[in-house]
């Protein structure tokens, strides 16, 4: 959609333009630096109690920087593997890595050793900052791999005191959540920052062009590809979310929860980078999945921002204790990564006074290209507008435009599009063709106002005698259902319709049983829509940030087929 068949731009928020200027900032660091002086003594991360300023990260990255180039000689351009959940070192490492002029490979701390060895192989990353629970996966690859340097870090080494220490004794020895390893010539991460404090840095003068992440993506289809996404992609889409969430955040005042992982796209972008340039405090959840934890620790906050996934959301509402929080201050609560149900939305309006507003993004967009306005009174099904900058079409296989409320693929255009897939030239030009239009994947429509709506990702459409049937929306059915806790939708064989609706769910209610849940589906789904199958779990299989692996369950259920004759 081209800027001027964008009338809405006219109105929200007023005088917000239609285009942002990609090259404000010729890099992340130039970002950061002008952000680190404005907010110099402004908390920017806190966690276990104790708070690092801007000024703070600022000069530690600054010493981080100086040891990766002065004392490992790392070169511009060169890779560095990030392994760490949610913890102070990670922003420190980030940004002193891309201060260096090289280039982060985030990686997820969960991976299992063939994962890990693909990646540390694919990206070719010199060294790899990890925490040590997690150093024995790394121990088991790293003589395949081009790393030459593992930087070791403890859960709170760089919380001082007595606290600290409290910390890491209770994870090591009393939790036994830090397995033995065999690495040698290692360094500590607290060590670095002090060599590098007493060297120079000769920071490099980085072009828009040049690769700051390579974003790993693609594991639940198939291989995992490296998007390679430039300070030019992450700068301009910076630049996007703050334009879009216009004055409706404050500079310096804003607490942002930072339970999904920095080391994911969303939370890379919306919660480290764009609060970043507003002067904003990050509180790092360490470990969401405990949500007893997570809700005891968002108790002595009067936080204003959250961001998430549905499951998250979910989770939180049926976690003791959350509808007793703080919730006077918040006015921004921000869904992606999958779709948000419209049962949580209503229910989360409820339970805190604000509106759980719906995104949506890609890795390979860096990732927000779409964004509902921040005034949004109430859940409205879609996935928002295109943000400025941002063109987006509605095109059927061979590329045509289709018109309005029609479906077919979502594709994207705009500065934040990623470069391409590292080292995979074939698969750049399956999704982007040379046009600069990257096909998304996922099936959806666009009304007359220009919302989008995603019906659902072209993999998981079932074929249900010949009329296609979404999961999103059997899903979103279901989970109204107040015995619902949880649910999952595939597509399953069949020998008359093709394929078949199956239900997996995670009951609320102990007492729900099939008969009661097919009764409430025959009232509220057309007949093709409706399940054959319906299974109980206690869980539901999900990525590192929640979202529902449909692929692992109709794996599962296949080979249990098979294995039934």
């Known amino acids: 959609m ?54 703070d990260i600022d000069r530690l990255s600054r010493d981080f920087a100086a040891f990766l180039t002065g004392t ?13 959940p949610n913890v102070h070192q990670y922003p420190i490492a980030l940004f002193g890595v891309l201060r260096a002029g090289l280039t982060v490979v985030n990686t997820n701390p969960l991976y299992t050793a063939r994962e890990l060895r693909h990646q540390l192989i694919d990206s070719g990353a010199r060294a790899i900052v990890v925490l040590e629970n997690f150093a024995d996966t790394v121990e088991k690859v790293l003589p395949d791999t081009k790393v030459e340097k593992v930087i070791l870090t403890t859960v709170a080494e760089l919380v001082p005191g007595f606290k600290g220490r409290l910390v890491d004794f209770v994870v090591k020895h009393v939790k036994r959540m830090v ?21 120079h840095l000769d920071e490099p003068s980085i072009t828009g062009d040049e690769v700051a992440f390579l974003q790993y993506t ?9 998007a390679m996404l430039t300070h030019r992609n992450m700068v301009a889409n910076m630049l996007q979310v703050k334009t879009w969430i216009g004055g409706h955040c ?66 939180l509402l049926h976690t003791e204790g959350f509808d007793q929080l703080d919730f006077s201050g918040l006015h921004l609560s921000l869904g992606g990564g999958m779709a948000v149900q419209r049962a949580v939305a209503e229910r989360w309006k409820k339970t805190t006074g604000c509106t759980l507003i719906e995104a949506y993004g890609l890795t390979e ?57 590292w080292q995979r030239a074939d698969e750049t030009d399956k999704v982007l063709g040379g046009s600069g239009w990257l096909r998304t994947g996922d099936m959806a429509r666009m009304d007359a106002r220009g919302f989008v709506y995603i019906v659902d990702r072209k993999k998981d459409m079932i074929l249900v005698s010949g009329f296609n049937v979404y999961p999103n929306e059997i899903e979103d059915v279901v989970a109204a259902h107040p015995g619902v806790l949880e649910v999952a939708a595939i597509g399953i064989p069949d020998e008359r319709a093709g394929e078949v609706v199956k239900l997996v769910v995670v009951r ?32 539901l299989p999900k990525t590192n940030v929640g979202k529902i692996l449909r692929r692992e369950l109709r794996e599962e259920h296949e080979k249990r087929a098979a294995a039934a004759g």
């Open 365 to 421: 967009t860096s990732p927000a290209a779409c964004i509902n306005p921040m005034n949004l009174p109430e859940y409205n099904g879609s996935i928002g507008l295109p943000i400025c900058s941002t063109e987006a079409a509605i095109r059927d296989e061979e590329g045509r435009d289709l018109g309005l409320d029609q479906v077919g693929e979502l594709c994207l255009r705009g500065p934040q599009v990623m470069k391409g897939y």
């Open 2 to 55: 081209t800027d001027a068949a964008r009338p809405w731009l006219a109105s929200y928020p007023p005088g917000m333009p239609a285009q942002i200027d990609a090259d404000a900032y010729p890099s992340i660091p130039a970002v950061l630096e002008e952000a680190c002086r404005t907010f110099a003594d402004r908390p920017a991360f806190t966690q276990f109690g104790h708070t690092f300023s801007y000024g």
């Open 179 to 199: 397995p033995r390893h065999g690495l040698r010539d290692t360094v500590r991460f607290g060590q670095a920052l002090r060599k590098g404090a007493g060297l």
């Open 72 to 84: 490992l000689g790392l070169r511009r351009g060169d890779r560095v593997a990030l392994m760490m």
């Open 508 to 539: 609320k209610d102990p007492a729900l049983d099939e008969e009661t849940l097919l009764d409430y589906c025959r009232e509220n789904l057309t007949g093709y829509k409706r399940p054959r199958e319906i299974e109980f779990r206690d869980a």
């Open 218 to 226: 693609g594991g639940t289809t198939g291989v995992a590809k490296g």
């Open 250 to 315: 404050k500079p310096g005042v804003e607490i942002i929860v930072t339970a999904l992982p920095l080391y994911h796209i969303f939370a890379l972008t919306a919660n480290c980078l764009v609060f970043m340039q507003i002067g904003g405090r990050n509180l790092l959840i360490l470990n969401p999945r405990d949500m007893k934890g997570f809700v005891k620790e968002l108790k002595p906050w009067r936080f204003t921002v959250i961001t998430g996934v549905n499951t998250l959301f979910n989770g």
